[in-house]
């Protein structure tokens, strides 16, 4: 059975950072497709951060760009997002997903359609 397990998240001041992980269970975490999600409480879930197309592209939103870092450790296989400068409005539940399906997706929006295995989540909280 395969399982998606996150940790390391909690709660922070701005301006702090946190690693949030992902480690996988009864599957090998492939580069094709997986990364981060987040939903805060009262808003839709959205894409933090990917790596897709066998780890050529990697994917952020743009609220995260330079303050986020995907990356992936193969010996561990786990997948993981580090967050820096962190903001109160980076509060939220943070999701894992990948795609079982072993295909190549060669672009973020294939890949967000592919994702089909999450985790449970860890909660992020960022106050002023």
């Known amino acids: 059975q395969v399982q998606l397990v996150e940790s390391g998240g909690g709660s922070v001041q701005a301006g702090e950072s946190l690693t949030l992980s992902c480690s996988a269970s009864?599957?090998?975490?492939?580069?094709?497709?997986m990364g981060w999600f987040r939903q805060a409480p009262g808003k839709e879930r959205e894409g933090v951060a990917a790596?897709?197309?066998?780890?050529?592209?990697?994917y952020y939103t743009d609220s995260v760009k330079g303050r986020f870092t995907i990356s992936q450790d193969n010996a561990k296989n786990t997948l993981y997002l580090q967050m820096n400068s962190l903001k109160p409005e980076d509060t939220a539940m943070y999701y894992c997903?990948?795609?079982?399906?072993?295909?190549?997706?060669?672009?973020?929006?294939?890949?967000?359609?592919?994702?089909?295995?999450w985790g449970q989540g860890t909660l992020v909280t960022v106050s002023s």
């Open positions: 997903a990948t795609d079982l399906s072993g295909v190549r997706r060669w672009t973020w929006r294939t890949c967000q359609n592919a994702l089909d295995t």
């Open positions: 790596i897709y197309n066998s780890g050529l592209a990697t």
């Open positions: 009864g599957y090998t975490l492939r580069n094709y497709c």
